[in-house]
């Protein structure tokens, strides 16, 4: 055994990082261990929680659901990070809504955006029918813009419009 060996040996004693190993092997070092595993568990289980609570508002489907929650439980921060990046961008609420307001437009659009002569659909801000030329309303004399047989004042410049007919051409030719 060669000489430096043994000196180091003999020498365990006044050993510098001795003070060192000995707290490694402290209860102390134990607690803050013990602590350490602690943390790590509340971790794991508030991003598994997080997981459960985001994926809830976000995924419809049950299975897809339960992927999510058992990824954040099993892979922990990790899972949550590969979670956060995959997740749906957007809540089943809004998404619910969203397609609520598009029924309802659609609705709109084939309730009131048809000629009611020849049910051609038509915009808004048509004056005549493209198909059949009878004239959907009218413009207003001061400003030009649109406006509905029932209004009774233009809603954009406050001239009376209440009874000006429509161009008797137009019903002529229809
Ligand atoms: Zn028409
Ligand atoms: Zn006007």
Redesign the pocket.
């Known amino acids: 055994m060669p000489h430096w060996i043994l000196a180091v040996a003999a020498s365990s004693d006044s050993n510098p990082f001795q003070s060192a190993l000995d707290f490694f092997k402290s209860p102390t070092w134990h607690f803050i261990t013990l602590m350490f595993y602690f943390l790590l568990a509340v971790l794991w289980i508030a991003c598994a929680y997080w997981v459960f609570k985001d994926a809830r508002r976000r995924v419809d489907d049950k299975i897809i659901l339960a992927v999510c929650v058992l990824t954040g439980i099993v892979f922990g921060p990790l899972g949550l990070i590969v979670y956060a990046i995959v997740r749906p961008p957007e809540l089943v609420a809004d998404r619910r809504e969203q397609e609520l307001e598009m029924q309802m437009m659609e609705q709109r659009l084939g309730e009131e955006s048809r000629c009611s002569f020849c049910k051609t659909p038509v915009r808004d801000d048509y004056l005549v029918c493209p198909t059949c030329g009878r004239r959907l309303r009218t413009t207003?004399a001061?400003?030009g813009?649109p406006v509905e047989p029932s209004w009774r004042v233009?809603p954009?410049?406050e001239?009376d419009v209440h009874g000006s007919m429509p161009p008797v051409s137009v019903y002529d030719r229809a």
Do not use: A, E, P
Request: hydrophobic share 0%; net charge positive.
């Open positions: 207003c001061s400003c813009k233009c954009y410049c001239t």
